[in-house]
């Protein structure tokens, strides 16, 4: 009987042990996430409720406007703006404007928005829309958009188009050479 219950204390005593060495590493963990923050102090990301989005959406200026709908948390969306940011690099002299809508929470934007922006090296204009009232708007961008992201519009003056898709880049810029023409 006594070795078990000296077999349970050595249990005991090693598990804390364990648990000490456990929070060491832990700490050090915790120390080198500080250590490798990033620095998002620089990003100056406007926020716009719809009305205050609009003003993007029927610029008649000449310009091809691209506009896409995004968010940090959306895999597809994620996936295709490399070729919205080479998009905006390559036709920047073209009289084309990228601007990238985020979609994100805004409880995330210093958290996760912001530092995505950074890690990334978006050069595009980004915007955050933060407007509850989806149902009101949604339909204002685009009649038979569902609400689901990714989506873009591709306009210049009067003439427009929606998408509800992902793209590549060849078919994104297949798509703004239409408006180039």
């Known amino acids: 009987m006594k070795c078990i219950w000296l077999i349970i204390l050595l249990g005991i005593f090693s598990s804390c042990k364990q648990n000490k060495s456990d929070n060491k590493a832990s700490a050090n963990k915790v120390e080198t996430a500080q250590a490798i923050k990033i620095n998002t102090d620089s990003i100056q990301l406007d926020v716009y409720d719809f009305n205050g989005f609009k ?42 404007d990228v601007v990238l809508v985020s979609l994100d929470f805004p409880h995330l934007y210093e958290t996760k928005l912001k530092p995505f922006i950074v890690e990334n090296k978006l050069t595009s204009k980004v915007i955050a829309l933060d407007d509850v009232d989806m149902n009101s708007w949604i339909p204002q961008i685009n009649k038979h958009w569902s609400g689901s992201i990714p989506a873009t519009i591709i306009y210049k003056n009067d003439r427009s188009e929606f998408f509800e898709q992902s793209f590549t880049y060849e078919t994104l810029e297949n798509e703004v050479n239409k408006f180039l023409k």
């Open 55 to 96: 003003k993007f959406l029927n610029k008649k200026d000449g310009k091809v406007h691209v506009i896409n709908f995004w968010a940090t948390w959306c895999a597809p969306c994620v996936k295709e703006l490399p070729y919205f940011e080479k998009l905006n690099k390559t036709y920047k002299d073209k009289q084309v």
